[in-house]
């Protein structure tokens, strides 16, 4: 079983950063004052309001959640709104999502070859069906079986990883963790997972050495996984 993260991994982080994070930017305060008594989007706002602390009105919530996008925090929250917002992008055919040349080929050797695949990403499950639904190679939602988001827990917390190998029905030894981020690598270790930790070079110019991948084995692109895993 492989279990993919997207942005960094089967994705690049200029996509999510220079296209989808100001589009929902831009795009939260209209879709508060439209939708912001639709119970879902309520919901997701009343939490935000909750963590603000202070009495918090909605221009206020747009602020925060703004805030939160400039900062890149990956809250549950913030994933939900942001899921909502980008399907009108996605829909109007604003753009699809980036997807590395190399990822969608091997996603489809591994479906075809009876490989259970999943994702597990900060993005919400929405976000994510959306972002495989429209990707640059196509419609990829078919190739996943499951999909995590934080809902399951944090990416950099070990029991998330464990939760996920029992939803899979699989022992962790039986899940391949897919990866940019080391911190999560090690959380999926942790958990009994083995892990490849994915170096783009697009996204990360500076290579990560044996130190800095902390004994995950490394792979550039996803044609180099086969070899190792
Ligand atoms: C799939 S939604 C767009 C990406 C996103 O918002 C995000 O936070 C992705 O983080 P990841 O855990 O995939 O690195
Ligand atoms: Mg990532």
């Not at 959306?130 to 995590?148: I, Y």
Request: a negative charge; one cysteine or more; glycine letters at 6%.
């Amino acid at each position: 079983m492989i279990l993919t993260d997207i942005e960094g991994t089967t994705s690049s982080i200029s996509f999510v950063k220079d296209v989808l994070f100001p589009y929902a930017r831009r795009a939260l305060p209209g879709f508060v004052a439209a939708h912001g008594n639709d119970p879902e989007v309520r919901h997701w706002l009343d939490v935000v309001a909750t963590e603000h602390g202070a009495m918090c009105d909605d221009a206020m919530i747009v602020e925060t959640l703004q805030g939160w996008i400039d900062a890149d925090r990956k809250h549950t929250a913030l994933k939900a709104l942001q899921g909502m917002i980008w399907s009108s992008g996605y829909r109007d055919a604003d753009f699809t999502a980036h997807i590395y040349p190399d990822a969608a080929p091997a996603l489809r050797r591994w479906h075809e070859a009876g490989e259970t695949l999943a994702v597990y990403s900060s993005g919400s499950v929405p976000a994510q069906k959306l972002f495989f639904g429209h990707s640059d190679a196509g419609d990829l939602t078919g190739l996943f079986s499951n999909w995590f988001d934080t809902e399951v827990g944090g990416k950099r917390d070990a029991d998330s990883y464990a939760r996920i190998a029992d939803a899979l029905d699989a022992a962790p030894a039986e899940v391949l963790f897919l990866s940019d981020v080391v911190e999560e690598l090690d959380a999926a270790r942790d958990a009994g997972m083995r892990t490849i930790l994915v170096d783009r070079l697009d996204d990360y110019p500076t290579p990560r050495d044996a130190t800095a991948a902390n004994g995950h084995p490394r792979v550039t692109t996803f044609d180099q996984i086969d070899a190792i895993r």
